[in-house]
């Protein structure tokens, strides 16, 4: 098996820098949320200094045509592997989660854990739009499998999400892509449409993803922040105006091993819970 660490100080240990942050990734935590630590993935403001806001960044940049070109020759071209990348996890009520993303392909596992502790949740989808997520605290499989919409990112394909956190467009074959006259690139697949906002000159970078949707209540957002290159190491999800959740890379790794790890075979939960945000503490 061969991998690459990306560069960066400390080995892209957590970078000290605060910042009020990201969105409805709480919906991954729907598996991890009926424990009184649980919280979960991927818009309340709490101000941390350097880190993404949740201010309104305006108008994109008017890139002209060579520009446009060469950002999007560079924003899509295939990753050099499969992600391997742990995240420290912040949701309203709770700081000290981490969130591991293992892609192999179209299909992948996400894992929500506590600091120095256990697995709380764990969700995996494949290439076909399947989507499992179990709750480890009880020792269920929770009967809701759209795993998009628990991220709070809409109908956005796990596969196209993975792109985005490995420092691409969130584009996979088949789906369709034009520019606005303000700016804004818009992408567009089975099922879902976003607005994408790229970075005024090179490095070309994404810096934000809005879903299209048809009010603010139910859009959503992704703002990315402190890129090494392409590579965002800190993404803010957002969906209205109380849901949110943040991701800070701790470290990312390329890996080509051949499987991902089985699903452990559990009974379904006998309810869902109705609250997806984690216990007030």
Known sequence: MSHRTVPGSRTWQECSGRDRSAAS????????????????????????????????????????????????????????????????LRVPHSGGLRCSVLARGDSGRLTISEHFGSALSLAAWSADGAAEILDLRQGCRLPSGDLSAMLGVGRLPMANAVRLLGGRLPMVEGDESWWQDEGWLVISGPGWAGSVRLSAQPPWRVVELRGLASSPETGWRLLLDEHIGSLPGLIRIEQGEERWAELKLIRLQWDTAADLPALPDLPQCEAEPSDLRPERR
């Open 25 to 88: 990734v709480a919906a991954v935590t729907l598996a991890a949320t009926r424990a009184a630590t649980l919280a979960t993935m991927l818009t309340a403001m709490l101000a941390l200094t350097g880190c993404v806001s949740s201010r309104d960044l305006g108008r994109p940049p008017q890139l002209d045509e060579a520009q446009r070109l060469e950002a999007m020759a560079e924003l899509r071209q295939p990753p050099t592997g499969d992600l391997a990348a742990l995240y420290r």
